[in-house]
Every structure is written in structure tokens, then in C-alpha cells.
């Protein structure tokens, strides 16, 4: 299998190892610990549901307020939040700022996908729904990347974007996997989008674990270059 930095080939490779998050954070452990999703993977990939216990997370009893009757209410209810806090979060890239707990994501904003991704991933676990995030690629296309998630619930994984308000959904979840080998459940999406789903990768979040590190960090030099020089895909999708 491959895993790490690297799934999605060298010049995201590159990319993904400059990330702005801090070196030492979850955010990059998360990225290291990735498993590309293809044939070889599959079977490793969705062999079985983590679930943590999440009682003692500071964001338990503030998730327990999107409780609907149904999971995938409950996950439209969380989407809808997060899609909101995206939507009207207006702060220039120079002066954000990226990672911390997820308590801090929500306190300060965001519309950055893989810091939403983590916020929704933890406040659908804390609503007993597992839910690991998983990272996209148009390989087709330089700096065209995506985070969002994978939630399992009416016995399946189903894809859900935390800042676009998707949840992939048919008579039952729609999983990566599923996305993977059938791009036609892409139609109706914006054409920008549906390139991500090119290339897939999964990594398990314990937001419990007593090892991730919650480093906050600034815009790095790499990255005030990458938005500064008029690079559409990263400005279109990362934000």
C-alpha cells in the first residue's frame, strides 16, 4: 500500500510536505499516517469502523445540540453549521492562522477544508458517528487538493464536505470508494470538484490520543507564494 506523503506522486509530495500547518502538528502526523485508496488498499480501507471514545473531548456536550433523529440528519444539521461558519468567514490568507484543537478552529473561523475537516470529523464522532478524513487530488492539475471526510453510518462509509455542505448520499452513503469507481455519481457537481476525486486517500483521526499535537501556525513562506501568484486551484478549493 502506499501511504504518506507521497500517494498522490512527487510534485504533491512537495506540496503537501510544505503545508502550513506546523510541522510537528496532527495536521501532518495525519497526512504521514494517509493510505491511498486504490485495489491494493480497498479491502484494508474498509475492513472496519474505528470508533473512539469521545465523552471526556471538550467538544462532546457542545456537538449534542445537531443530535437529529436519524444520522444523516444529523450529519446535514453538522454540515450546515460548518458550511455557514465557511461561508461567512472573511479574514485575508495573509493573516490567518492554521491547526490548534478544534475548540480554537471554531472560536477563531475557518474556511480552510482541512481544518473544517478535522472540526467535523470530531463533532461527528462525538455524535457517535465514526468519521476519518480523506484527501483528494486532481493529479491532472498542479496544486488542485481538497480535504473532507468520510462518515459511517446506516451500515456504510458516505462522503460529507464539511465546507461545501455535500453529503453523498443515494438510497444509501456514497463512499470514496464508491466515488472512485464510479465517477458518474460526480454528476451534478461543479466540474472543478469532480476532478478531486481522481485520486483518494484515507487516514484515521483519534482526536483523543494523547500524542496529536495541536500547534497553531501562521501562513509559511511557501504558501504566501503559492496564493500570492495567482494559483486558481489552490484560491478555489483549499479556500
Given at each position: 500500500m502506499k501511504i504518506g506523503y507521497g500517494v498522490f506522486g512527487k510534485a504533491y509530495e512537495y506540496m503537501l510536505r510544505n503545508d502550513l500547518h506546523d510541522p510537528a502538528s496532527v495536521d501532518h502526523e495525519l497526512m504521514k499516517n494517509m493510505v491511498l485508496l486504490d485495489d491494493?488498499?480497498?479491502?484494508?480501507?474498509?475492513?472496519?469502523?474505528?470508533?473512539?471514545?469521545?465523552?471526556?473531548?471538550e467538544l462532546y456536550h457542545f456537538a449534542q445540540q445537531f443530535k437529529a433523529p436519524s444520522d444523516k440528519?444529523?450529519?446535514?444539521?453538522?454540515?450546515?453549521?460548518?458550511?455557514n461558519i465557511a461561508d461567512s468567514y472573511n479574514t485575508n490568507f495573509d493573516d490567518m492562522l492554521f491547526g490548534g484543537t478544534e475548540k480554537q478552529i471554531l472560536s477563531r473561523g475557518t474556511d480552510w477544508c482541512s481544518d473544517m475537516a478535522r472540526v467535523g470529523a470530531v463533532l461527528l464522532q462525538c455524535l457517535d458517528i465514526p468519521?476519518?478524513?480523506?484527501?483528494?487530488?486532481?493529479?491532472?492539475?498542479?496544486?488542485?487538493?481538497?480535504?473532507?471526510?468520510?462518515?459511517?453510518?446506516?451500515?456504510?462509509?458516505?462522503?460529507?464536505?464539511?465546507?461545501?455542505?455535500?453529503?453523498?448520499?443515494?438510497?444509501?452513503?456514497?463512499s470514496a470508494l464508491d466515488i472512485l469507481k464510479n465517477q458518474?455519481?460526480?454528476?451534478?457537481?461543479?466540474?472543478?470538484?469532480?476532478?478531486?476525486?481522481?485520486?483518494?486517500?484515507?487516514?484515521?483521526?483519534?482526536?483523543?490520543?494523547?500524542s496529536n499535537n495541536y500547534s497553531i501556525?501562521?501562513?509559511?513562506?511557501?504558501y504566501l507564494k503559492l496564493i500570492h501568484t495567482n494559483h486558481e486551484p489552490v484560491k478555489k478549493v483549499c479556500k
Open positions: 491494493e488498499s480497498a479491502a484494508f480501507l474498509y475492513s472496519g469502523v474505528a470508533r473512539y471514545d469521545m465523552r471526556k473531548h440528519e444529523t450529519i446535514e444539521n453538522v454540515l450546515k453549521y460548518t458550511q468519521c476519518r478524513i480523506i484527501y483528494l487530488a486532481n493529479t491532472s492539475e498542479a496544486y488542485n487538493g481538497h480535504v473532507a471526510c468520510e462518515a459511517y453510518y446506516e451500515g456504510q462509509h458516505g462522503v460529507v464536505d464539511f465546507i461545501y455542505r455535500y453529503q453523498f448520499y443515494g438510497e444509501k452513503p456514497i458518474g455519481v460526480l454528476e451534478g457537481y461543479p466540474e472543478y470538484y469532480k476532478g478531486l476525486y481522481s485520486a483518494i486517500a484515507i487516514s484515521e483521526y483519534d482526536p483523543c490520543s494523547a501556525s501562521a501562513p509559511n513562506n511557501y
